[in-house]
């Protein structure tokens, strides 16, 4: 068979040379998202960020203080060169708060993108899919880039989708509970669907699970307590790097389906050979 | 249900506790052998059953284990960080007469009355904000005349202009009332009930309001409807059985969780380390017994805020870090005017951990946890821009 298929082969490096992830018409070479909260010091932060080679960084508007952005320990380690540095609203428990939060970030000085967290119940932090509709439009209206952080709920990601989302985000699993793409199936119909760029957050918290949702064909994943728990943040930053792109390597090179038993080549068919 | 309800107009949760008499709880710890202790290591989410089992003797011998689980769930869930609060009293005046308390009006305190006019209030909030403190927690005694709700409004709308989170730790308020402060941009209410035990809080409580435990007990459920978004609770440790009063603690917490479902809700585990000479500490609570405590709680409620005061001994408090807590105050005073003002007035309790704010957020990065002054922003409130989303300032 192999010797029929006279496809010539592709360098590796060349397909994810020529791939770049492109969200809102701004194009990015790393398909790594990482987010920057609860890091045991500044050090940590910046060596796992390092290592991540992420171009797109989330920060907590609740937890940094803008005010003083020399001295406070996040943003202190950003690189606005480097990281596009995209605020999150986290803590929001309306659609009223997340607008107000976002336009407080965008008066501060930081480009108007905005990862829409509406987060109302503090204990799983799962996000409300009625306000974060609400909020996404009106901030769409007022000029934001918005990646809002969704129930992997593929009609939800389709509204949003419509209301003009630059991507949809949808959750593999609770917040920082490390358990990997346990919404399989419904980030499988999101990812068919979508027109806009799909990044699997929250949950991943091997870079197994990150390799995993790549394969499955999102667009990108964002991580953050399994980096910021790992007894070495920075180590930990790479393995997450280099499963993201080897999941992407994966889907790009068009993966085997899966199967329950093993298959002889064409056990009805073969007699018309 | 629906009868005990009725009984109870102030506080949903005492139809809980009502379930719960303490020979109930005291038997069921009694109860729990070594067996079960193991199984409520293992549970991913634990039984009121695994609850007790921890609380009970038989757990002692598996203290290191519990304190690695509560270490791994509190970094899971919060982070290597430590959230950092710092007090301020704006009145020693107290009308209550708590056995336990200096501050109450029988206490033989001879100490200086003093409640803070709104200038000195702004004089203590300035001081404080040069420290770096974000998280203000507000504290008055329980004297409603000297220290009325207009009077909580106008601190925390001077305190909001310095901090980004302020809280309030005062007598037990109405509903309504809680919602005018969290209109103000109030974020979170501390309100310990001392005691779940009706017969003791009867015994210590010897004047005032604060008699009333089903008002106090239902004062979380209020704030919570009135939309603060961190109910903080807790046992005075040392009124009653520590181990009985933590299960009902648990018990408090869970159903707020539920209630107010919006709510981060945390506990704080205040020990009575001295009291007045007509208070004997009946019930005195050791080193090893608050750690058994704060790691029970912790692996019942992995998601809760755990706070810790400057009541315990820097030392002690540097070692419970890694152990599940998640805020601590720091450089505190408990006199009104104790920071600009520095007056020497009538102190709630005596501070055991006297290190400057810098030295404990230093003690934290020494533990190997990022000490965190900010987690809160003035943005989420209305009150900061009216609705109309402009920022109040750049400073």
């Known amino acids: 068979m192999s010797e029929q298929m006279q496809i010539p082969p592709t360098h590796p490096e ?81 659609a009223q708060e997340a607008v107000r939060l976002a336009r407080m970030a965008r008066a501060m000085g930081l480009e108007p993108w905005v990862k829409l967290e509406l987060t109302p119940e503090p204990r799983y932090l799962l996000p409300d899919p009625v306000e974060t509709l609400k909020a996404a439009e009106m901030l769409i209206q007022e000029g934001f880039v918005v990646l809002p952080y969704i129930q992997a709920d593929p009609i939800l990601a389709k509204r949003l989708e419509e209301l003009g989302t630059a991507t949809v985000m949808p959750l593999g699993a609770p917040i920082g509970s490390n358990r990997g793409v346990r919404t399989r199936d419904m980030i499988r119909i999101i990812i068919e669907q979508a027109k806009v760029p799909v990044v699997v957050d929250a949950g991943l918290g091997a870079p197994s699970h990150a390799a995993e949702a790549m394969e499955m064909g999102a667009d990108a994943v964002l991580v953050n307590t399994a980096l910021a728990d790992a007894a070495d943040p920075g180590g930990m930053a790479r393995a997450f790097a280099l499963a993201v792109e080897a999941g992407r390597l994966a889907y790009l090179a068009g993966l085997g389906p899966v199967r329950e038993t093993a298959e002889a080549s064409s056990p009805l068919t073969g007699f018309l050979e | 249900m629906e009868a005990a309800r009725v009984q109870h107009k102030d506080s949903g949760f005492a139809a809980v506790l009502d379930l719960w008499p303490k020979e109930r709880v005291k038997r069921l710890i009694a109860a729990a052998g070594p067996e079960d202790v193991v199984r409520a290591l293992s549970r991913e989410q634990l039984t009121v059953q695994d609850l007790a089992a921890l609380l009970s003797p038989q757990a002692v011998p598996h203290l290191e284990e519990m304190a690695r689980l509560a270490h791994r769930l509190t970094r899971r869930h919060f982070g290597r960080i430590i959230g950092l609060y710092v007090p301020l009293y704006l009145s020693n005046v107290c009308t209550s007469d708590c056995t336990y308390c200096f501050y109450a009006v029988h206490s033989g305190s ?127 440790l040392g009124l009653f059985d520590w181990r009985v009063d933590g299960f009902w603690t648990a018990l408090h917490a869970r159903y707020l969780q539920k209630e107010c ?120 409130c209305e009150a900061s821009d009216g609705g109309a989303g402009k920022v109040i300032s750049k400073q």
Request: charged letters at 30%; proline letters at 5%; a neutral charge.
């Open chain 2, 110 to 236: 001879r100490g200086a009355r003093r409640t803070l006019t709104l200038e000195e209030i702004r004089a203590e909030c300035q001081a404080l904000a040069r420290y770096g403190f974000q998280n203000v927690l507000l504290l008055t005694g329980d004297a409603p005349k000297t220290t009325p709700l207009d009077y909580l409004a106008q601190a925390v709308a001077i305190a909001r202009e310095y901090f980004a989170s302020v809280s309030i730790e005062v007598y037990a308020l109405e509903e309504e009332d809680y919602r005018r402060l969290v209109d103000l941009g109030l974020e979170g209410v501390t309100l310990y009930m001392e005691t779940y035990d009706r017969e003791t809080y009867a015994q210590v409580h010897l004047k005032g309001k604060k008699r009333d435990f089903d008002y106090r007990l239902g004062a979380m459920e209020r704030a919570g409807r009135a939309g603060a978004r961190r109910l903080s609770i807790g046992a005075l």
């Open chain 1, 14 to 94: 060349d397909l994810l040379a020529d791939d770049p992830l492109v969200i809102a018409g701004r194009a990015f070479r790393s398909r790594f998202m990482v987010g920057t909260g609860k890091f045991p010091s500044a050090e940590a932060l910046r060596v796992a960020l390092e290592a991540s080679g992420a171009e797109i960084v989330t920060v907590a508007l609740r937890r940094v203080d803008l005010t003083k952005p020399q001295t406070d320990s996040i943003m202190s380690v950003l690189d606005p060169k480097r990281h596009l540095i995209l605020p999150n609203t986290s803590g929001a428990r309306t």
């Open chain 2, 261 to 380: 479902w919006q709510s981060a809700v945390a506990v704080s585990f205040p020990r009575l380390r001295q009291a007045p000479p007509r208070h004997p500490i009946r019930f005195p609570v050791g080193d090893r017994d608050l750690v058994q405590l704060m790691l029970a709680l912790r692996l019942f409620l992995p998601e809760a805020g755990f706070n810790l005061s400057t009541r315990e001994r820097a030392a002690f408090r540097d070692r419970l870090i890694p152990l599940g807590v998640t805020m601590m105050s720091a450089g505190s005073s408990t006199r009104p005017g104790g920071y600009a003002l520095g007056e020497e007035t009538l102190a709630q309790f005596e501070i055991e951990d006297r290190r400057t704010p810098e030295e404990v957020a230093e003690a934290i990065r020494r533990a190997g946890y990022d000490p965190v002054w900010k987690d809160f922003d003035r943005a989420f």
